[in-house]
């Protein structure tokens, strides 16, 4: 079979105001360049499963509405798409399926509802696509595709994982490549719809495995930037003080997400740095304890650590690591003052670059579950909104229009050129300090 892997590859927000603000700000304009050339890595790995005999083509779509005629003669369409971008790919699935060729789709959004994904496509895959994409390939050769390939349940076992197909990309359009070790998050987060929508446990993939990916990335990429795309990188310390003893001498520069706790770790820490790490994208999610209580479903994590935020970011910084602080705004009990309350610990802390974003109900969290049933969404199924950047249900101490607002104000203060180059002149003054330090203390 010919196959189609197609990638909705956009990056979306509704709000006009904040798009018209985004193409003049410096920072945030870096931030999106950065990451809006990231390719699927769920299909690339599904195009790694597929046994030879078939043919397989990687493309990417940021806008099918602009797409007059779409790329032709396949026995079969596979669409990934995330909530924002759902609507567009539902209409690219229809347009296949109505010219008669097989259409599959899967995501999280549709192991989040499959029941309304299937009424665009040929066939629905639910969950982790590597337990079902063998099945799918052999139905649809015999043209018995059925509605819903289930896969939610059955978990896959990360030690199985192909090395993803980075040979079908034209590597020179992007900037960073995606190298995933685990998926899952012990902490399970209220908001989170990461891979914690697709799997009920934290796994890993084997250091080895992960080593071999990185290798295929280096015969393709003589020194690439890689971002571990994972929900939480270093929840097990040991395995990553192992993995990056490896990467040392590879000459990759790399980001993850992570949270607190890798500031506690100095060895790791230096490992990290020696290894290549430039950054590590944190979610501190609020500068005040407001809004942490009961952010995770099962323990307060975030909020027992709330007092060692500060430490901890000088301590990773003056590592010569840049921390990416993110902040979800309008959690519950914030206030109108938590714009100022972000700045402020910004400046404070001298973040070397940070990022905002607005509480989101994704379908399939628990927080859709319960703004649902507190009746604060304002339009249940408008996944459009699910952009991270648009406001979409009521908070409990300001009006949608309030923190919609406040957001893009904060985001002028953030984003602007003077504050943008204090953060990284402050970052770099901070480091000279501390080499000048360590040669003293040397
Ligand atoms: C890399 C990345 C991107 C890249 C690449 C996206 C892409 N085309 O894959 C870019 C920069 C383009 C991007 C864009 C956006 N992103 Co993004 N992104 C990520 C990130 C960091 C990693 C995702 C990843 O690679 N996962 C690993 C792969 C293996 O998992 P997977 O894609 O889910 O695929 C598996 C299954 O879902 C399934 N599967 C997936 N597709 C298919 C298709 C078929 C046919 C089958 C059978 C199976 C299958 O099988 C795969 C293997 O098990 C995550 C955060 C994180 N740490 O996870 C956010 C994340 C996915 N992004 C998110 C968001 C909100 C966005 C944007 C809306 C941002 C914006 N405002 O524009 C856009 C939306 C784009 C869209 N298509 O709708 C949310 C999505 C939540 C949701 N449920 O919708 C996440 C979880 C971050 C968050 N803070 O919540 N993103």
Redesign the pocket.
Known sequence: MRIALI???????CDEELLRLGLTLPGFVERSKT??S??????L??AALTPEKHQVEYIEIPDPAKEERLPEGFDLV?????????GEAYDLAKRYRDAGVPV??????V?ALPEEAGRFASAV?AG???V??EQ?LVDCEQGKLKPV?DARGRE?DLAQAPVPRFDLLDISKYNRL?V?TSRGCPHQCEF????V??TSAYKQKPAAKVLQEIDKILELWEHPFL?F???NSFVNKAYWKELLGKLGGKKIRWFA?TDLSVSEDEKLLSLMRRSGCAQVLIGLESPVETGLRGLELRSDWKRKRFGRYKDAIRTIQSHGITVNGCFVLGLDGHTVEIFDEVFEFVRETGLYEVQITILTA?PGTPLYARLRKENRLLQPEAWEK????DVNYRPTHMTPEELADGFRKLGIRLYSEEFTNWRRNNFKSILRKHRAQERRSA
């Open positions: 990638a909705m590859s956009g990056i979306r927000a990451i809006a990231l390719p699927s890595l769920g299909l790995t599904l596979a669409i990934s798409s995330y909530s924002a971008q759902i599959v789709i899967g995501g999280p959004h192991t895959a982790e696509g590597e079902v994409w799918i390939y896959f995606t995933q989170c719809a990461s891979s929508v697709l971002e795309a994972d929900d997400e994704f699910c952009t991270l950047f």
